[in-house]
């Protein structure tokens, strides 16, 4: 253990006890960051945007102490699993209200969630919801592929009208969800859209969403080479594709050009769509714990009990 340096004042006064400079501390590599070698298909675009991950933490410095890396079920929810760091695999669906939770009881943490298009709109799709509006702190990468890639092809919420799968083998009836407007109408206050072949921008918009305070939420093209090869190919230039930047005079904190921008059809805009700033349910919940412990001051855990108690009779 290093020793605290007291300073003595030339003429009298408090002693100084000045605490010696903490060593600044390396970050974490990519190879300390990296667990289990990922099961995804060769070809994946998952791939990217783990890889993109350990990135965003390497250039960051964040440590292990203050991540925590959370999903919910699919190909894409196997994140976790590939990232050595705190974090869970969690129910279909539900992994928005665990992370919640976790944002909640512990704002010093980075909370990132990943998941699919399925899982954030299927069977999660109120959780997204709800989040949204609550604006709870923590960042959710959806990587849409367009398809239930883990079930071998079922149509998602974001497959296209027409698209053949397991369960519209003529082709899919019904109109697709579009994830950027139904962020923004949620009440998000950091929507971004990129996609797994701009590496450099999905690092970008990854990092801009973990430094907003709020709910942020970034869509990002991440192709199913397995069931639905080709999808993103029209946003892909070595296909042959354009990737449109969101325009330079887009103004993001105009909700309505926001969601006018969403309605744009494939290929569409990529980068930070909406931004506003707006009390987080942490700091409000803050504020009311902070009331809460001021009334209970000084008193045993029995007391305020009681005190309940008699409010109840
Ligand atoms: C409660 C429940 N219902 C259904 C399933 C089956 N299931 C597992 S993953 C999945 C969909 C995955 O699709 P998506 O979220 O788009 O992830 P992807 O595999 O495409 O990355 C489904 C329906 C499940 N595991 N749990
Ligand atoms: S099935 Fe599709 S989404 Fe799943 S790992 Fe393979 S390519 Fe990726
Ligand atoms: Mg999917």
């Not at 139904?182 to 801009?208: C, K």
């Not at 969101?246 to 990529?270: M, N, Q, R």
């Not at 000084?298 to 305020?304: A, Y």
């Amino acid at each position: 253990m290093s020793e605290a340096i007291a300073e003595v004042p030339a003429r009298g006064g408090n002693i100084v006890v000045t605490p010696p400079a903490e060593p600044e501390r390396k970050g974490l590599t990519k190879k300390e960051l990296a667990a289990d070698h990922p099961t995804w298909c060769p070809g994946c675009g998952d791939f990217s945007v783990l890889a993109l991950y350990f990135k965003l933490i390497e250039k960051r410095k964040l440590h292990h102490e203050k991540i925590t890396t959370v999903a919910g079920i699919g190909c894409s929810s196997r994140f976790p699993y590939f990232v050595q760091a705190h974090g869970a695999h969690y129910i279909h669906g539900r992994a928005l209200p665990f992370a919640s939770g976790i944002s909640l009881s512990r704002p010093d943490l980075h909370v990132f969630v990943f998941g699919g298009d399925g899982d954030a709109f299927s069977i999660g799709g109120n959780h997204f919801n709800h989040t949204a509006r609550k604006n709870i702190k923590l960042t959710y990468v959806v990587m849409d592929n367009w398809v239930y890639g883990l079930t071998k092809k079922q149509t998602s919420p974001t497959s296209p009208l027409g698209f053949k799968s397991k369960t519209d083998t003529w082709g899919a009836v019904d109109h697709p969800i579009n994830p950027m407007k139904q962020a923004i109408s949620a009440g998000a206050t950091f929507v971004a859209r990129t996609t797994h072949t701009n590496p450099n921008h999905v690092l970008q918009m990854m990092e801009a969403a973990m430094d907003h305070d709020g709910f942020s939420f970034v869509e990002c093209l991440s192709e199913c080479v397995e069931f639905y090869e080709g999808a993103f190919d029209a946003s892909n230039p070595r296909k042959g594709g354009v990737f449109n930047a969101v325009p330079a005079g887009h103004d993001v904190t105009d909700e309505l050009a926001a969601y006018k921008l969403s309605g744009e059809p494939f290929p569409g805009y990529f980068g930070v769509f909406y931004k506003a700033s707006k009390a987080t349910k942490n700091a409000k919940e803050a504020e009311i714990n902070k009331g809460a412990m001021e009334k209970s001051k000084g008193l045993k855990d029995w007391q305020i009990l009681q005190k309940s108690f008699d409010r109840m009779k």
